[in-house]
């Protein structure tokens, strides 16, 4: 299979030969042809399968082949659930549509308006943008939604998770009823597939890899650890592995905050990324760690989802999430795009049941590799996980409102698990 086979029109078919691609994602051979024959697609689709590229060819494609009824008129509408996803697939979108005359704006917040206002009003073919900020202009009528032929909801999971579900009700209020819809998501539960119902028009079903299980080109391990040990063991990989470019998961914010400086102090320099840093600080961070001056950037899982890395070799969860899910996104980080990669888990007695959750939801045990001189003592016994994220010195522990032993048994780590899990300690913040 090729792209010229998929019948693009040749301006994208220079940009796609310019970034290297030979040949089709299984995703962009299957949902590159439906997607210009108009047709409404339910995706399921993992990081790393080119699924922006998937979406993003055939839309510049359809968009190219026909007249907009108007000037100045936004087309498409792409929604995403964090501002670095949004500033990744407009990067996109300008990557493959560089040979194209096409405009696009990245619209997010924690940034200046102005400027998005300034963009819009000289005209715009292409809107990326995540839900909250798109309302606050559609709130001020900065944007006219009124000849939007195409939407796209990116990684819709985590927007209804993010809780974003009636932020995009209320700008599809704001949409022509004629219109295609592009629903991409990793994982079908039951709230995704209520969405997709009321939004989609006779969907093509479009599956790459099984739903919720991880990318065969990763491979994945268990580190058995005790608590107190983490950072020490975190570091010895490090060093020893002469890693120099590695994402590390935490549960919280402040975690990963604490584990920067610690890592620092061990003489690796580290970054961190979350929900409390400044767009700018994202950015600066995300930028250092690309271009090889941070060695470890450290993140919680929302601010994580926009990370597309090429070649990003390994991904340790220094914490494991404490929902299963979140596992599957982390792991997608490495070995995108067919690439090999690791990912290494380091797993205290606290987590055994989050670990059995995850487990499970692949339908497959991770290998569990003992590590030399970390070997775990038997006689600590394990300990509720707090929201703080974690036990004694790391903050919170015992009696602070814990996920363990609060969910009333059952998988603790499944998101049907409702209030037990996501509200008493082991919820999930806006990270
Ligand atoms: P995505 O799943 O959209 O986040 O894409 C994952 C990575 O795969 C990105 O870094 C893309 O640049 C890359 N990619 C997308 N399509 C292809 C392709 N056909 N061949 C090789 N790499 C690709």
Known sequence: MSFEKLGLIEPLLRAIKDQGYTEPSPIQAQAIPIIMDKKDVLAGAQTGTGKTAGFTLPLLHRLAESKP???????????????????????????????????????????????????LRRGVDIVVATPGRLLDHMNQKTIDLSAVEVLILDEADRMLDMGFIRDIKKVMLELPKKRQNLLFSATFSKEIKQLANGLLNNPALIEVARSNASAESIKQVVHPVDCSRKRELLSHLITEGNWSQVLVFTRTKHGANRLTAQLDKDGITAAA???????????????????GKVRVLVATDIAARGIDIDQLPHVVNFELPNVSEDYVHRIGRTGRAGNKGVAMSLVCIDEHDYLKGIEKLMGKRVEQIKIPGFAVDPSIPAEPISQGGGRGRQGGGRGNGGGRGNGGGGNRNSRSAGSGSRNSGGGRSRN
């Open 69 to 119: 009824k108007g000037t100045k008129r936004v087309r498409a509408l792409i929604l995403t659930p964090t501002r670095e996803l949004a500033a990744q697939v407009e990067a996109s979108v300008e990557t493959y549509g560089k040979y194209l005359p096409f405009k696009s704006a990245v619209i997010f917040g924690g940034v200046k308006i102005n400027p998005q206002i300034t963009a």
């Open 273 to 291: 990324i979350h929900g409390n840093k400044s767009q700018a600080a994202r950015t600066r961070a995300l930028k250092e760690f690309k271009e």
